[in-house]
Nanobody
Framework: QVQLVESGGGMVQAGGSLRLSCAAS????????IGWYRQAPGKQRELVAS???????NYADSVKGRFTISRDDAKNMVDLQMISLKPDDTAVYYC????????WGQGTQVTVSS
C-alpha cells in the first residue's frame, strides 16, 4: 500500500522560508502528476502547486513567485520550496497524486507568524 510522508514544516516569521519534502513508498510518483495541497483551519483543502511527469508546473495565484515545486522520480520525492512566507500560508501541507490519489498522509504543519 502506498504511503505518503510529508516533512519539513515548522514555525517561521513572515518573510521566512521553508522547504517541504514528500516521500512516497511504492511507485505512486511514476508517470503521475503530483501536487502539493494545503488546508488551513476551517477551510477546504486547496491545490497550491503541481508538476506533471514531464515537468509541466502550475501554481495557485496566491503562491506564484514564492513557491517552487520540483520532483525527483528516482528518489520518489517531490519538494516544495517556499520563500517570502505570509501568515496566510499557515496550513497543513499535503502531497498526493493529482488524478489517482492515494490515501492522504498526515501532512506537515506550516505556521507563519506576523
Amino acid at each position: 500500500q502506498v504511503q505518503l510522508v510529508e516533512s519539513g514544516g515548522g514555525m517561521v516569521q513572515a518573510g521566512g522560508s521553508l522547504r517541504l519534502s514528500c516521500a512516497a513508498s511504492g511507485s505512486i510518483f511514476s508517470d503521475r502528476a503530483i501536487g502539493w495541497y494545503r488546508q488551513a483551519p476551517g477551510k477546504q483543502r486547496e491545490l497550491v502547486a503541481s508538476i506533471t511527469r514531464i515537468g509541466r508546473i502550475n501554481y495557485a495565484d496566491s503562491v506564484k513567485g514564492r513557491f517552487t515545486i520540483s520532483r525527483d522520480d528516482a528518489k520518489n520525492m517531490v519538494d516544495l520550496q517556499m520563500i517570502s512566507l505570509k501568515p496566510d500560508d499557515t496550513a497543513v501541507y499535503y502531497c498526493n497524486s493529482i488524478y489517482d490519489p492515494a490515501a492522504w498522509g498526515q501532512g506537515t504543519q506550516v505556521t507563519v507568524s506576523s
